[in-house]
């Protein structure tokens, strides 16, 4: 009764996506306020029809209700309860239905805190909104309906993945989604505008929060991802350029340039169009990574699903939601003529340098992650495209990123004085200076060292740079203390969330820089009693002992760590192997202190002796690729917290003036 109550309710909400859909936009072209009115009611029905149905299903995985063909092929009766409900999201079906929750809780939330917005805007966005959930809804409907019933219900279930049951994967996945779908709203708001015909520095500041909302979630959400790869595959990486990782990289990447570049809208009213292009090619960057996990037609350990019929939906989906979009955008682009004017040495042309570097990077991403698909349809043979080629073109990308990061905020709106930016840096850039030759200098001073000190030299410009800038806003040392620290109080806060983010983005620049030039690894068969050195920690292997776990048996390690003879850190790593369903993973062992990790796993005993296969990794910094992360998220939802944000955008007129007068403001 409850599948069938969840069944009935995606029904009942298609049919209100129709509504949604369309009535709003006719009162809108009308400007009939009734009509225009009904978005916000259908909104908030479709969120509890999907709220029902999300709920529904979630029931069905804690009580393992195995009559449900999705709960009987992901679920158990011995999965803690925790992996029986991220086992809802733990399949495609399950995961598409997160995905329509998600979608239809952005469009209730511009319903309820949209109510500045001018009631054609609102009811547009709504209804472009409406139409991508019922292109969704018809998607779950016709091929992957959650609620499918089997009969006769087995007495147990299949069992969830053993790799998805962690709880990194119980959280990575909703933080994706609420990054990858809160894009759509940034997708439906240009749309919107295309149809009102109206671009200008008040649209930008109502879709800003809205896009910066998606863009933290989703920093959030490849940080999560990254950490769970760190710890659970035991191969001691990050990140390895797998397809559905740049299914999610891209999107951040275009997301990324589209906040700075919404920033230019409301600031100077210019690249208003570039900016519309990017908002829908941001979201569109999203269905591409749906279509990546769910056509099958990429190997990866991401994958949900190798259906092409679903495939062929979604590229459906893509076709008319992008291909409509961009039409759109062909016939009213002309139309959207830049307002402000500026010199090439301003704060508006670092951010358009910002803007041309991303869209870069994200193209460069793009083609490595597709070009195999292409090779492989047009018959041009198996290719692979693996980190040496991303490594080789998206990092040269990044260094003339890092170094405008710096001068970019230093500069005035308008025209900026270089010079006088030089000056201000002068601290950064000596910073820098004596960080590329410590680091050179520690490393052996060899030429191979040249490229990792120089990373660490830009992580500390980025570093510097961000704090003087964050001190010049105050004239920090350039007025009294107490007036320094007036203006620090009334500074907005979306000041101090860039100033988190930029500072976060030196972090990884750093924790990149020395896990890929500094990390060291040994691997080899170990006996009890055997100790290996690893960057001057001594590690003992102390045998290995079979353990039990709830739904697993296991091999347990255990590894003495010592530097000088001083205890460090014991270490129990374990290859386990599920039973339901049959499948061994890698539980490896990580102790840090901060700044460095030391990580042990354990393997297969040998075939041809007595003893284990380990894998030892001494992972410099690593930590600071989650420092950095957990900054930029920071910064993100500090910058929401702005005044501005909240009381929502000044009246078109105010604006206008504003933009007319062009001075130095933050951003």
């Known amino acids: 009764m409850i599948a069938e109550l969840g069944h009935y309710a995606l029904v009942l909400a298609f049919m209100v996506s129709l509504v949604q859909s369309s009535v709003p936009l006719i009162g809108a072209q009308r400007g009939d306020a009734v009509m225009m009115d009904l978005a916000r009611p259908a909104s908030i029905a479709m969120f509890l029809l999907v709220g029902t149905s999300f709920g529904a299903l979630t029931y069905s ?44 809780t952005y469009s209730v939330a511009v319903a309820f805190f949209g109510r500045n917005l001018p009631p054609a805007l609102r009811a547009r966005t709504l209804a472009v909104q409406g139409m991508i959930t019922g292109g969704f809804l018809l998607f779950i409907l016709l091929t992957s309906n959650p609620f499918l019933r089997l009969d006769p219900a087995p007495i147990n279930g299949n069992g969830l993945n053993p790799l998805l049951q962690d709880p990194g994967l119980a959280f990575h996945p909703p933080m994706l989604y609420l990054g990858y779908v809160g894009f759509s709203m940034a997708f439906s708001f240009a749309v919107a505008a295309l149809i009102e015909g109206k671009v200008d520095a008040a649209w930008a500041r109502w879709v800003r929060p809205w896009t910066l909302l ?54 100077r009213d210019a690249l208003k169009s570039w900016t519309i292009l990017l908002a829908i090619l941001t979201f569109g960057l999203s269905l591409l990574g749906t279509f990546l996990v769910r056509s ?52 508006e042309g670092s951010l358009l340098l910002n803007n041309l570097l991303m869209a870069t990077a994200t193209a460069t991403v793009l083609l490595g992650t597709l070009y195999p698909v292409f090779a492989d349809a047009l018959n041009l043979g198996k290719v692979t495209v693996g980190p040496p080629f991303f490594n080789a073109v998206f990092v040269p990308l990044m260094i003339p990123l890092v170094i405008a990061m710096g001068f970019g905020p230093m500069l005035s709106w308008k025209r900026g004085d270089i010079m006088g930016a030089l000056g201000r840096l002068k601290a950064a850039a000596g910073a820098a200076l004596l960080a590329f030759g410590l680091a050179w200098v520690l490393a052996g001073g060899a030429l191979d060292d040249v490229l990792a000190a120089f990373g660490f030299g830009l992580a500390v410009w980025l570093l510097v740079a961000t704090c003087v800038e964050l001190a010049e806003r105050v004239k920090l040392f350039r007025a009294p203390l107490a007036e320094s620290g007036r203006r620090f109080a009334r500074l907005p806060r979306a000041a101090f969330g860039m100033t988190l983010a930029h500072a976060g983005m030196a972090f990884i620049v750093a924790g990149v820089t020395a896990a890929s030039a500094y990390k060291q690894e040994s691997v080899q068969v170990m006996v009890p009693g055997q100790t290996i050195t690893v960057a001057g920690y001594e590690f003992t292997f102390q045998g290995a002992e079979r353990v039990e776990g709830p739904n697993y048996s296991a091999v347990k390690g255990h590894f003495g760590v010592t530097k000088d003879g001083e205890p460090i850190a014991q270490l129990d790593p374990e290859k386990r192997e599920y039973t339901s369903p049959p499948m061994p993973t890698t539980e490896a062992a990580i102790h840090t202190n901060g700044w460095a990790d030391l990580y042990a796993v354990v393997g297969d005993p040998n075939e041809d002796g007595p003893g284990f296969v380990t894998r030892i990794y001494f992972e410099p910094l690593v930590p600071f690729l989650w420092y950095g992360s957990l900054l930029m998220a920071l910064g993100g939802f500090v910058s929401l917290s702005d005044r501005r944000h909240r009381v929502g955008a000044p009246t078109r007129r105010k604006v206008a003036a504003a933009a007319a007068g062009a001075k130095p403001a933050s951003a």
Do not use: C
């Not at 679920?75 to 495609?92: A, E, Q």
């Not at 291909?323 to 955008?329: K, S, T």
């Not at 682009?333 to 010199?343: E, V, Y």
């Open 61 to 104: 995985y804690v009580v393992s209700d195995f009559s449900v063909i999705n709960v009987a092929q992901n679920s158990h009766t011995d999965k803690p309860m925790l992996y029986k409900i991220s086992g809802v999201w733990g399949n495609h079906e399950g995961s598409l239905l997160l995905w329509i929750t998600i979608l239809v």
């Open 214 to 267: 998606a863009w933290t979630f989703l920093t959030l959400g490849i940080a999560l991802g990254s950490w769970w790869a760190y710890y659970e595959l035991g191969w001691g990486g990050w990140w390895y350029w797998d397809p559905v990782e740049n299914a999610s990289f891209m999107p951040w990447l275009a997301g990324t340039a589209l906040l700075h570049s919404a920033v230019v809208v409301e600031k």
């Open 296 to 347: 099958g037609i990429i190997t990866s350990v991401h994958a949900f699903a190798s259906d092409p019929t679903r495939g062929m939906f979604i590229l459906l989906l893509m076709g008319v939601s992008l291909g409509g979009a961009l039409l759109l955008y062909a016939l009213r682009a002309p139309d959207l003529k830049g307002g402000g004017l500026f010199a090439p040495i301003s704060r």
